[in-house]
């Protein structure tokens, strides 16, 4: 399995021949050869998760897709039929399983409200988190994709979420609204907690593929 980064928080998985689209969102420029599509997931309803303009192109180039998401997602995309997942759900699409975890998105600030988050284990290899930091309990996490920059991260709760996975091998992700001198010290500091549990951490800029 590839998975290849986007912009943001967009992530693009194939296994032979099929893909799965994560997250494809308004800070993410338009995706491409889409017709292997199998599946969409969208973690959560903010719109730097998901756009209209993404899942139509998608659904032009691979027509009647499941698009999995929680029930907040399916109430904000209204024109569209979205399977609702839940934490402790199972699904599969393709050559995908997919597991999910979490429930609620990370605190922004008292004053804006919650919304529900989903985080998503594929095929028992790579884990996405969304906007949380949501552990999946009892799961070895071989790679993270962990949240490097948001209006809800610290970077100290972003290690100690790290620390916690202890993944093998962590890239960046969800990164948009960082500087590029922001990034980097990021990236550095999850490097550090990554390998601090013996991990490897990968530099992935938009278009940089890790095998799996």
Same mark, same amino acid.
């Given at each position: 399995m590839r998975?290849?980064k986007?912009e =943001?928080?967009? *992530?693009? $998985?194939d296994?032979?021949?099929?893909s @799965?689209?994560? #997250?494809?969102?308004?800070f993410?420029?338009?995706?491409?050869?889409?017709s292997s599509?199998v599946?969409?997931?969208?973690?959560?309803e903010?719109?730097d998760?998901w756009?209209?303009e993404?899942?139509?192109?998608?659904?032009?180039?691979?027509p009647?897709?499941?698009?999995?998401?929680?029930?907040g997602?399916?109430?904000?995309?209204?024109?569209?039929?979205?399977t609702?997942v839940?934490?402790?759900?199972?699904?599969?699409?393709g050559?995908?399983?997919l597991?999910f975890?979490?429930?609620?998105?990370a605190?922004? =600030?008292?004053? *804006?409200? $919650?919304?529900q988050?989903?985080?998503? @284990?594929?095929? #028992?290899?790579?884990?996405?988190p969304?906007?949380?930091?949501?552990?999946?309990?009892?799961?070895e996490?071989?790679t993270?994709?962990a949240?490097?920059g948001?209006p809800?991260?610290k970077?100290?709760?972003?290690?100690?979420?790290v620390?916690?996975v202890?993944?093998?091998?962590a890239?960046?992700?969800?990164d948009?609204?960082?500087?590029?001198?922001g990034?980097?010290?990021?990236?550095q500091?999850?490097?550090?907690?990554?390998e601090?549990?013996g991990?490897?951490?990968?530099?992935?800029?938009?278009?940089?593929?890790?095998?799996?």
């Amino acid at each position: 399995m590839r998975v290849t980064k986007h912009e =943001h928080a967009t *992530l693009r $998985l194939d296994e032979s021949g099929e893909s @799965l689209i994560i #997250d494809p969102g308004s800070f993410t420029t338009p995706l491409d050869e889409l017709s292997s599509v199998v599946a969409v997931v969208l973690t959560h309803e903010h719109p730097d998760h998901w756009t209209p303009e993404h899942l139509d192109r998608i659904l032009r180039a691979a027509p009647a897709t499941p698009i999995f998401a929680p029930a907040g997602v399916a109430a904000a995309a209204g024109d569209y039929e979205i399977t609702v997942v839940s934490p402790g759900d199972t699904v599969t699409a393709g050559r995908f399983t997919l597991r999910f975890f979490g429930g609620d998105h990370a605190v922004i =600030h008292s004053s *804006l409200p $919650l919304v529900q988050n989903v985080g998503v @284990l594929v095929n #028992d290899v790579l884990y996405y988190p969304g906007d949380s930091y949501a552990v999946p309990e009892g799961v070895e996490v071989d790679t993270l994709a962990a949240p490097a920059g948001a209006p809800w991260l610290k970077i100290g709760e972003a290690m100690d979420f790290v620390l916690a996975v202890k993944p093998r091998r962590a890239f960046g992700v969800h990164d948009m609204t960082l500087s590029v001198i922001g990034r980097g010290m990021h990236r550095q500091r999850l490097k550090w907690a990554t390998e601090q549990n013996g991990g490897e951490f990968f530099e992935l800029d938009p278009g940089d593929a890790l095998d799996l």
